[in-house]
């Protein structure tokens, strides 16, 4: 089969050159109509000549006579007038024999006669008055058989002009015939080639188009598509193209319904008043509903008393928005339980539509409770009785209950350092808790490096001095403003981790440089340097997750909880700050923390 694009340029083209030859024919008649009305005119021309010649020769003729027979002067102007239209019009006539083979020899005839009379006429003229002899009367004679011949020939010369024009009347009415017949069979083959195109338009193309386009359609129906179209031309490509989309649309809608239908979530879509149009089989797996339950009634209807304002305002809300919103509310199951759920909500505004998808996170809230629970009792329940204790056993090492020996003293110290620790990991544990649950609020107040470090190291220098470590300050002393108390903790820790791990008689330094990030606002690097063991590379990462301890089971590490780097984290991080470490196995570490050298949001 032809391509589509030969086939409309052979459609276009063929009409064109035939509607091309008619043009030329009509031209062709249209022409020689022209040459005849040249002609016509021409005959009309040169018979007004010869009549106007004729009659100027009579009246010449007459006013020569006049003139001979009475002298009067006005004759023989009006002969030289007369006598030299004569001239002209002969003049045009021979012009119009010159242009006009076919009447040449008539006119050629009528004008060798005029040209004998004008001779005759200028010779009479010249004749003195009173000489009426001989001669004169022989000219007169001769003028009057000239005057004779030239009427006859000059009727003569009318009646071939009447005959030349009644022969092109008659042509011209052929030719009129001929062009309204030429006309006539162009319109006729006009409207046979329109009516061919039509058919073969509708026969190929227009068929064609419209299986093509109710295809199309049918692919955003999801519809089955017609037979492929035949041939190897552009529409049945395009054709071929739609049925490989179409397929490829079927593959992936059934990929999508199985994953909505499989999924563990559940799926709706909501219209403008909030009620459930679709909704996918996790409904029943989750929350014990048939679909035909809910289809068509008010989402609001099964959501907790407590949330359904937040929810109804949050779902609101999203209908004017392009981007998702998350929020949590509690969905009511077909047994009456409430289930916790986040809910991720999407307008969809070519079909008006909110799109939500349910993820329940009952258990997680659970947790979370079991966790604030566990919190609760472990503040309450725990480390108010162990305070207590520790308070017994300072009255015991005080002796306010009595004496005891060295052995008891000693059990006593140990048990106090026992309750001590077990203390200290409690208030780590509520710390980090409390500071991951967002309820860490920040005292900044104006101090300087100095007084922070000083700080510091004074109460961990004991620690220090007990492995005779030492502690190097460097840094260069400015103002800043942070949370000081909650620096200064962070400071302790680090220090106290690096003397933890560090061997004995090493170094510490305490070093602390800025550096201007942007106008007005340093960022200050506090940087705790020690010559322990170090932290392996792959583990540098997770030191400061909870409970998490890295190393190779020292001593150190042993007496930690692996909560101290989680809480330095949270309160730098609570600063707007980050922390990290540099360190290399058996090649000491330095623990880094960034902060801003004053509130953020003040800048
Ligand atoms: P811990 O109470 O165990 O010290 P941390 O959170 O303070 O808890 O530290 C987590 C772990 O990071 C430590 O157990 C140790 O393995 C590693 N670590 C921390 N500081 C150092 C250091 N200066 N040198 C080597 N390892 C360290």
Known sequence: MLKFTHQLALLLLVPMVIQLSFLGVIDHVLNEVERDRQQEARAVDSLIHVNLILNDIFMATGSMMMFKATSTESFAFEFHELFENVQTHTKALKEIANSSPERAKELKAFVGIIDDITEALTMAEGMPEESVDLASIRIVGKLQSF?????????????????????????????????????????????????????????????????????????????????????????????????????????????????????????CSLDENLRMSELNPAITKRLGYQLEELLGSNLISIIHPEDKDETYLNLQKCQGMDTEI???????????????YEWTAKYAPHNDLIFCVLHDITERKEAEKLKQEVMAMVSHDLRAPLTSLNMVLDMMLEGVVGTLNDKGNR???????????????????LDVEKYESGGLTLNYEDVTISKLVDNAIGMIKPQADK?????????????????????????????????????????????????????????????IIDEGPGIPEDKLEIVFEKFKQVGTGSEGEKKGTGLGLAICKAIVEAHGGRVGVRSALGKGATFWFQIPDKRIDKA
């Open 467 to 527: 492995k005779n470590i030492k502690l190097i300050p460097s840094f260069e002393d400015r103002q800043i403003e942070v949370d000081a108390d909650r620096v200064v903790r962070v400071i302790v820790n680090l220090v106290g981790n690096a003397i933890k791990f560090s061997p004995k008689d090493s170094n510490i330094t305490v070093a602390v440089k800025t550096q201007e990030v942007k106008r007005g606002i340093h960022e200050l690097e506090f940087q």
């Open 326 to 340: 998350l929020f949590e509310a509690r969905v009511r199951s077909q047994d009456g339980k409430f289930y916790f």
């Open 147 to 267: 005057i004779r011949r030239v009427n006859s020939t000059g009727l003569r010369l009318v009646e071939k002009e009447t005959q030349l024009r009644k022969r092109r009347q008659e042509k011209q009415g052929e030719v009129r015939d001929q062009l309204k017949h030429t006309v006539e069979g162009a319109a006729l083959v006009t409207v046979a080639i329109a009516a061919f195109i039509a058919v073969g338009f509708s026969l190929t193309f227009a068929r064609r188009f419209n299986t093509i386009m109710s295809n199309t359609m049918s692919v955003a129906a999801g519809k089955p598509l017609a037979e492929p179209i035949k041939g190897s031309d552009e529409l049945a490509k395009l054709d071929g193209v739609i049925h490989t989309l179409s397929r490829d649309l079927t593959i992936t809608r059934e990929k999508e319904r199985a994953m909505i239908d499989n999924t563990a979530e559940i799926i």
């Open 411 to 429: 059990m006593v110290v140990l048990a106090q350092q026992s309750v001590s620790s077990l203390i200290s990991m409690i208030n780590d544990l």
